[in-house]
């Protein structure tokens, strides 16, 4: 079982939530500041003022992170995309749309947002370290502000690295894309290298570890190989779905297209629906035609809304949806842009028209599972 995420706040109108694995990462990252990083640099507090610096620092650096998602978020909504959530995991954040960038341009733009955020969060805190510093005379200021200032650096730098899915592998497709005109190639390349990045981080974490002198080496290196195999599974699965698509863009529609499962003619009843069509066919959807020409579809679970009383009386015409461009596609249609038709049409389901636009057969999302994952 998978947990769902928690969401915990809302910002910009846009949901925050939180993985469960976020979690011992905040506890972790807390004990770490207060036990090794502060007393280390800081001598003779209280030790409940390191656990509180460590509180502060870790907050800091969980709103940086953030806010770095934030920044892909609000530049994504200026290009016209709606987005679903951002999350904060295991291994950073993920700010998710409900669809993909449509131009090159817009990828690069929404890529670029988050590491200059992060970048503009590290001069922020370098700014203030300076103020704590100078000004203030803090030690305990300077050294938090060090370490954010450090950590944002990291963050952007380390998000730049050109293997997708991270923002420098967007970055590194969006050029692609561009100079080719190809999303789906750039994208194979795009994932390749964040493939080999994904191995590259793995390695650099077995040598880190292995030639570790301090619990901090071990420490890094465990996590660099710990990001590493994550990256991993994330280009694989995004691999896997892309081989599925280019493997849907291939197949036309006319080639699993089935027939109709009846075609019910507009003036029949919903009494006649019930009792005749409805016993010999298993469908969630019927296309409504006369001539073979079609003038709607009617979705079975809407007739619960129909009191039994009216059946007799209700014509398929007054309850179908009515016809609408989202509702056929064409025998040549690739079955990736059908895919997209019958997911966004609310019925699952359309019609297949020929050139004339005779009826010549029938699609469902079922009709478009894939008999076996491409491996
Ligand atoms: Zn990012």
Known sequence: MRLRPIQIATLFRIPIRVSYGWIPVVVLHVYAVSVFYLPRHLHGFHPLAYWALGGITTLLLFLSVLGHEVGHALVARAEGLRISDITLHLFGGLARFEHEAHTPGAEFRIAVAGPSASFLYAVAFFLLNQVSIHLFDSRPAALITNYLALS??????????????????????????????????????????????????????????????????????????????????????????????????????????????????????????????????????????????LHGILLVPS?????????????????????????????????????????????????????????????????????????
């Open 152 to 293: 944002n650096l990291i963050l952007a730098l380390f998000n730049l690295l050109p293997g997708f899915p991270l923002d420098g592998g967007r970055i590194f497709r969006a050029w692609l894309w561009a100079r080719w005109g190809d999303y789906w190639r750039a994208s194979r390349w795009a994932i390749g290298v964040g493939q080999g990045i994904a191995y590259l981080l793995i390695g650099l974490g077995i040598v880190w570890v292995l030639r570790a002198r301090t619990s901090a080496d071990i420490f890094a290196g465990a996590w660099s190989i710990l990001i590493g195999i994550f990256l991993r599974d994330v280009t694989e699965t995004s691999r896997l779905s892309l081989a599925r698509v280019e493997q849907m863009r291939r197949i036309r529609v006319a080639d699993v297209m089935t027939a109709p499962p009846a075609l019910l003619p507009p003036e029949m009843t919903i009494e006649e629906v019930v009792s005749r069509v409805l016993p010999a066919h298993r469908s969630r959807t019927f296309p409504v035609s006369r001539d073979r020409r």
């Open 303 to 375: 007739l619960h809304a129909l009191p039994r009383e009216r059946w007799a009386q209700t014509t398929v015409r007054e309850v179908m949806w009515p016809v609408s461009p989202a509702m056929f596609v064409h025998p040549e249609t690739s079955l990736w842009d059908a895919h997209r038709v019958l997911r966004g049409n609310g019925l699952g389901a359309s019609a297949v028209l020929d050139a004339e636009g005779y009826i010549v057969g029938y699609l469902t999302l079922e009709d478009l599972r894939p008999e076996a994952p491409p491996s």
